[in-house]
């Protein structure tokens, strides 16, 4: 009992130190205050009652910001002492190598790639005309399909915009065919994670590894870069944390999911 009190007023007092936000309950945190469905709708109210920043618990801690100053703040201006990222069980298994990628890296190594990605995109056109007009065409071609379609009460939108998604990252990619943190580092974690995302991952995994080992038979040491790997080649050995291949899976995996 005396342990329990004990633990109780610690939780309370750590919670005490970050942004305002519904009372978290131990172990739990806040999960019994949100619904899955319209966690949109609970966040915008806890923006009206404690502010643009708040700090939810489900039931690892994490600090929301709703207003675009905030954001640009937190990620522009704040961006590199900001970079920390908490290690979850799935890391492993979305990504090819351990702490690699523009997403689930950790500290210096994600500012690495998140540099690097940025670098690369801006060459291949990012922010210029060139890929406006290539995004433009794919947006064309896509509601060209629609229009094709003859009973359009059938069409389930969220299958082809998620493809249109694709369509997009593509083009990027330019593939040419805490609390609780024990919780996190437990075996059995890692292989439920594996069970449930395992399969449906490894398709994706083995999709882009495939592209990225054909795209690389096609690099020119004295030619321009054609797709994303082949500049990701040329910075292998730049950094410590840029040092082998596999770490162009992790990006063009990342480049992939984020649409």
Partial sequence: PSFLVYYIIGYYWQVSKYARGPRPHPIVGNLRHLSCDKIHLEFQEFSLKYGQIFTVFLPVLIVVITNYEGVRETYI????????????????????????????????????????????????????????????????????????????????????????????????????????KFLQEVPMMKEYAKKVHGPKIGKMTSFIEKNTEKAMETLDEEGEDTYLVHAYSRKIGSSPHLTENRGSCNLCLDVSAAG
Avoid: C, M
């Fill in 77 to 180: 201006s704040k961006g590199e002492s900001l970079a920390g990222r908490p290690f979850i069980a799935t890391d492993d298994v979305l990504g090819y190598s351990h702490n690699a990628g523009a997403i689930n890296s950790n500290g210096q190594s994600w500012l690495e790639y998140r540099r690097l990605t940025i670098t690369i995109l801006r060459d291949f056109g990012i922010g210029k005309s060139l890929i406006e007009q290539q995004i433009r065409l794919s947006i064309t071609e896509f509601l060209r399909h629609l229009v094709r379609i003859e009973n359009k009460s059938s069409v389930y939108l969220r299958w082809p915009i998620q493809l249109a998604e694709i369509a997009l990252s593509n083009l990027l990619v330019r593939f040419s065919s805490s609390s609780f």
